[in-house]
Structure formats: C-alpha cells, structure tokens
C-alpha cells in the first residue's frame, strides 16, 4: 500500500508543486536520474493542460510499492479534470495540434516521457490521464502478478495521513485483496487500518473469514475500521469475500456489475454479530472493484462503460474523480486478471 499524494490544480503556483512532489517520489522509488527528470517533465506538463484546458483539477502521485500486484516499485501520476474533454484522443495527441493556442507538445510530451500511458476522456465531460515508471530490477525468485491491480488512497482534506489502507498477496494459485478504513480519520485510523494490512501479510494462505477473524482480534484495543476480504481463484473462476462494515464491492463482467458484495454490519476490533463469508462467479474478463465510503454509495462504471476497459489505476483514478464525496479519506481498489503471457484479459 502506497499513499496517494494530491495536488489541486487551480492556480498557476500549484504546478511547480506538482512538479516538485513528482520528483520527490521518483526519488524515493529508485528511478534513474533521467527517468526522475521524465517523472517531473510529465508532472508539469500534466498540469499545465490542466489549467489550460479546464481551469481546474488535480494530480494524483502514486509511489508504487513491490507487492502491490504490479511486481516493480515505481511512480504513476493521474492528471484528472472534469473540462471540456477530447473528442478525438488520436488528433489531440499528435504533435503540433493544439485548443489552446499552445506548441501542442503536451500529451505528445507525456507519452514519450514515460513507460506507460493511459488516457480517458470524454468530450463535455472531462479527462483522466494515467503516466507510469517502473523500476526495472526484479528478484529472479519473485512470482509472476496473477492481476493487474490499481488503486488511489487520498487522505481526508486537511489530513497528513490516510485512514484507509490496502494490500494485495498471492498464495496457493489465489490472490487475495484487502481494504480497510478505519474508524474516524488521522493517525489512529491509518494505525488501525494498517494492522489490517499486516495481518494480509502475516497470514497469506487464509480464507477470507479466518483471516477476518485474525484481523478482528488484532484490531482490539484499536480505533477499530470497516475490513472487506476478496479472494479470487482465476482457476476455480471463483471470489470468496467476507466483509464487516460499510466496504463496497463490485465484480464486473465488461462494463456491467454482475454481483455486489455482501458484507455484515459492525467494527473490527470492536463488535461483529456474525463473520459471514460469500462466493461468487469470477468471469475471464471479471474485474473487481472495492472502496471506502469516501465515495457515494452510486460509484459505479455503468454510466461510463468504456472506462472498464482501461488501465485499472486510471479506473481508479475516474471511480474517484466522479464520486469522491471530497469531505473523508478516498480509496479505490481495482483489480484485472493477467492471462497470456502477461497481457490483461479482454
């Protein structure tokens, strides 16, 4: 788990922030020194289109951690915005074309200072821009990522530390997701949340109740904080999800939420009437979704289709620009199975 780093963009000062967190982190990541300076080119082109084309919105800055279900540390950024949007993506990428009485540099300048590049936009509605660095040494002994997972955790306004945290293990030909929020917001909620997490760790091979149960108990004395376990077995084409609070959980096949999870009321470490424990169809192409109530109860990609098929961090990056209640700590998980050879399903 990795804490999001936000910038609002509403002002011209603002870039120079972006750029500065951008670099930092790609320095704390291990990026090369050319890679480093790529990471802060992008992080000021990004927001530069931003108050050019939509006169507000944020960055996002992801330090992505080993373990995480990506397999390499690195840094993402994810320029969001609700402007006027692109209508046609492959023109305004093209070098030289520009709405803005601009070289037209930017996305150009985007995608080829990165590894990677996802973008998703549409006219009257906005964009969402993902830009990724991995570093490129992995142990000859780390397991291949069974999924592509994605996420964005963004603290309360006004906050230093997120309450929410997450985490991401493979065991036994499964994966296991873990989202929690704990009670309240500050340093109380992230320690209680975080204990969640290393329980995830701790205890790997478990099924989601057990380890609910651990986590349950590990939580005594805490804070306390909303859990939600789910485990896909992409053999078995089976999720087994346990939850206690107010987690959701979507799995969707293409763009349709096929089933919400089901979680029980109550706090883990404080009370739990009943631990309960579901399965669930999981498709070749399923994709999970899990996040806190720092988004409405209506998050969801069914008004937006075309935003399934996309990069799961950008997806997390939309779920988050579009339902963010902008008033409690933020996270959204997304999760896309890897399948031949290392490419995403479809």
């Known amino acids: 788990m990795s804490l999001t780093v936000r910038v609002v963009i509403e002002d011209p000062s603002q870039v120079g922030e972006a750029r500065r967190i951008a670099r930092k982190c790609a320095v704390e990541a291990g990026l090369s020194e050319e890679e480093t300076e790529q990471v802060a080119i992008v992080a000021t082109e990004a927001a ?21 279900g990506q397999g390499q540390p690195g840094v993402e950024i994810l320029a969001l915005d609700r402007g006027a949007g692109m209508a046609n993506l492959a023109r305004c990428m093209a070098d030289g074309y520009s709405t803005a009485g601009s070289a037209g540099q930017g996305l150009g300048a985007i995608s080829r200072q990165s590894t990677d590049t996802d973008i998703f936009s549409v006219a009257g509605k906005g964009t969402a821009l993902l830009a990724r660095w991995a570093v490129s040494s992995r142990s000859p002994a780390q397991q291949p990522a069974a999924f592509l997972t994605g996420a964005v955790n963004v603290p309360k306004p006004g906050q230093v530390v997120c309450g929410d945290a997450w985490g991401v293990v493979q065991s036994n030909g499964h994966t296991t997701f873990l989202l929690a929020d704990g009670l309240g917001h500050g340093l109380e909620a992230s320690l209680a949340s975080q204990d969640a997490v290393r329980v995830l760790r701790e205890h790997p091979g478990l099924a989601p109740k057990d380890l609910l149960s651990y986590v349950h108990s590990a939580l005594r004395g805490s804070r306390g904080a909303a859990v939600a376990v789910a485990q896909v077995d992409p053999e078995r084409g089976v999720v087994v999800f346990s939850g206690v609070g107010n987690i959701a959980a979507q799995i969707y096949g293409g763009s349709k939420i096929n089933q919400r999870l089901v979680s029980v009321n109550g706090t883990a470490g404080h009370q739990v009437h009943q631990m309960r424990e579901f399965s669930y169809p999981w498709s070749r ?5 899990m996040y806190s109530d720092g988004l409405g109860s209506s998050t969801s990609l069914e008004a937006q289709p075309a935003a399934a098929l996309h990069d799961p961090t950008l997806i997390a990056g939309f779920l988050y620009r579009e339902f963010s209640r902008g008033t409690d700590d933020a996270t959204v998980l997304v999760a896309r199975e890897i399948r031949d050879g290392g490419k995403e399903v479809s």
């Open 285 to 289: 192409n399923g994709l999970l979704v």
């Open 48 to 68: 530069t289109n931003i108050l050019k084309h939509a006169g507000r919105g944020e960055i996002l800055i992801n330090p992505t951690l080993s373990g995480q």
